[in-house]
């Protein structure tokens, strides 16, 4: 039986219930590839906020969003499991690539709360997506299902229209993107992605043109 920490910090806002129940934490994401950024800062919020759990939700086809850069999902997928095979705080959750098709979270919370009842959800997003919480499917039950938690990102405001605890970590200027470009340009990516998965970049050649 697991105990439930008690966080460091809590932040309070109109949506934080503050309470008791058990804590899991979900970074969802297209994580191509994932990097640094995204273990940093599950552990980080994790740690601060007492999760017992995070789950890493590979999306399969993102909503508002140029698919031209993006891999196979299959691939996407395994880049996280050899990612966060070595903390046992992280766990993988398939259940958008399983679905297909376009991945809503409101659709994945409400199937995650039903198979999670007694957990409160925290829902780690950085600042780049809080900007864009305003456009999410059904954005208005979504804040009363789950707590959003917003992390900073470069280049974008801390302020959110929404619901949201920020929690405070420093900046990480490691994106997929940076990922993608130094590998098109040959360039190294070493400690700026697990081990495990610039392997797994180099042995299958992915984003080589
Ligand atoms: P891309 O550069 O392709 O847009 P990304 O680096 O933002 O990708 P995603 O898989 O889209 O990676 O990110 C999943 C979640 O993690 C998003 O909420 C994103 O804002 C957040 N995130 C990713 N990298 C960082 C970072 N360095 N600092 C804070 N949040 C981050």
């Not at 109109?14 to 940093?40: A, C, K, Q, S």
């Not at 995070?54 to 691939?75: E, G, L, N, Q, R």
């Not at 829902?123 to 804040?143: E, N, R, S, T």
Request: charged residues 25%.
């Amino acid at each position: 039986v697991q105990t439930v920490r008690e966080p460091q910090v809590l932040p309070m806002t109109e949506n934080d219930f503050g309470g008791h129940r058990r804590r899991i934490g979900i970074l969802g994401g297209t994580f191509n590839p994932p990097h640094l950024g995204h273990l940093i800062i599950a552990e980080q919020v994790a740690d601060q906020l007492g999760l017992e759990r995070v789950f890493f939700m590979p999306d399969d086809t993102p909503p508002h969003v140029d698919h031209k850069d993006s891999i196979a999902a299959s691939d996407r997928k395994q880049m996280v499991a050899l990612s966060i095979e070595n903390n046992p705080l992280f766990e993988m959750e398939k259940c958008e690539i399983e679905r297909g098709g376009i991945s809503y979270t409101y659709d994945s919370i409400k199937f995650l709360k039903e198979r999670h009842p007694d957990y409160e959800i925290y829902f780690i997003i950085g600042g780049d997506m809080v900007a864009y919480l305003p456009k999410w499917h059904k954005i208005d039950q979504l804040v009363k299902m789950v707590h959003f938690v917003g992390v900073a990102r470069h280049g974008y405001p801390k302020t959110s229209q929404y619901p949201l605890m920020w929690v405070d970590i420093p900046l990480i200027e490691i994106s997929s993107t940076l990922i993608r470009q130094k590998l098109s340009q040959h360039c190294s990516i070493r400690y700026l992605v697990p081990p495990a998965v610039e392997k797994y970049i180099k042995e299958r050649g992915l984003y080589n043109d």
